[in-house]
């Protein structure tokens, strides 16, 4: 049984940092690429960041410069180090597994190109 666990999330002022983690357990990361979802109250769910098996990333134009995206392989963990943080960037933060390699364009945004995802980690930032 394939697992997803968030973790992370947390309160911080504007122009603080947090670096959320996501681990996988039931299957190897591999061959998958991984992304980054969010969703504020009142908001529909956004594709924040996406790595592809072989680390090629894409950004939400609003992260850009200020999120990284980054993955270990060998721990079966993604990273989503944010700086810079906006109160625009509250939200609960939500990991997912594509069901493939990569994306072609702004697919990687595209929710069901993705297999499993983890229950979410709330990120608050107040000014």
């Known amino acids: 049984q394939v697992q997803v666990v968030e973790s992370g999330g947390g309160a911080v002022q504007a122009w603080g940092s947090l670096t959320l983690s996501c681990v996988v357990s039931g299957m190897t990361l591999e061959y998958h690429a991984m992304a980054w979802f969010r969703q504020a109250p009142e908001h529909q769910r956004e594709g924040v960041a996406e790595?592809?098996?072989?680390?090629?990333?894409q950004y939400e134009d609003s992260v850009k410069d200020r999120f990284t995206i980054s993955r270990d392989n060998s721990k079966n963990t993604v990273y989503l180090q944010m700086t810079g943080l906006k109160p625009g960037d509250t939200a609960t933060y939500y990991c997912?597994?594509?069901?493939?390699?990569?994306?072609?364009?702004?697919?990687?945004?595209?929710?069901?190109?993705?297999?499993?995802w983890g229950q979410g980690t709330p990120v608050t930032v107040s000014s």
């Open positions: 997912a597994v594509s069901k493939q390699a990569s994306h072609f364009g702004s697919r990687w945004r595209v929710e069901e190109n993705y297999r499993y």
């Open positions: 790595i592809a098996a072989w680390r090629a990333t």
